[in-house]
């Protein structure tokens, strides 16, 4: 059974930042694509950051220049360093990654359980 916890959000200033993690535990192989998703009250989940096992990265057009996702895979973590926050980037964020685990190993999909960001005026 893999695990993934996100830790790090809170209240934040507009303009301020945060540095979310998203650990990854259990009978872990690999971990393949990791990427962080949120979710505003009444709105659909969204992606916003994408990164590859090699490293590469892509996101939202909405956080672009702002936001900045890496991975530690020595540490099965990632990352997403938030800047330059805005009241519109309040919202749950989850990690998800595609990890090979357990034994023999398969590949599944995973979700955190979320962490709250609000980010006031």
């Known amino acids: 059974q893999v695990q993934l916890v996100e830790s790090g959000g809170g209240l934040v200033q507009a303009g301020g930042s945060l540095r979310l993690s998203c650990a990854a535990s259990?009978?872990?192989?690999?971990?393949?694509?990791m990427d962080w998703y949120r979710q505003a009250p009444g709105k659909q989940r969204e992606l916003v950051a994408h990164i590859t096992t090699g490293g590469s990265t892509s996101y939202a057009d909405s956080v672009k220049g702002r936001f900045t996702i890496s991975r530690d895979n020595a540490k099965n973590t990632g990352y997403l360093q938030m800047s330059s926050l805005k009241p519109e980037d309040t919202a749950v964020y989850y990690c998800?990654?595609?990890?090979?685990?357990?034994?023999?190993?398969?590949?599944?999909?995973?979700w955190g359980q979320g962490t709250q960001v609000t980010v006031s005026s």
């Open positions: 998800n990654a595609v990890v090979l685990a357990g034994y023999p190993p398969y590949e599944s999909d995973y």
């Open positions: 259990g009978r872990i192989f690999s971990i393949n694509s």
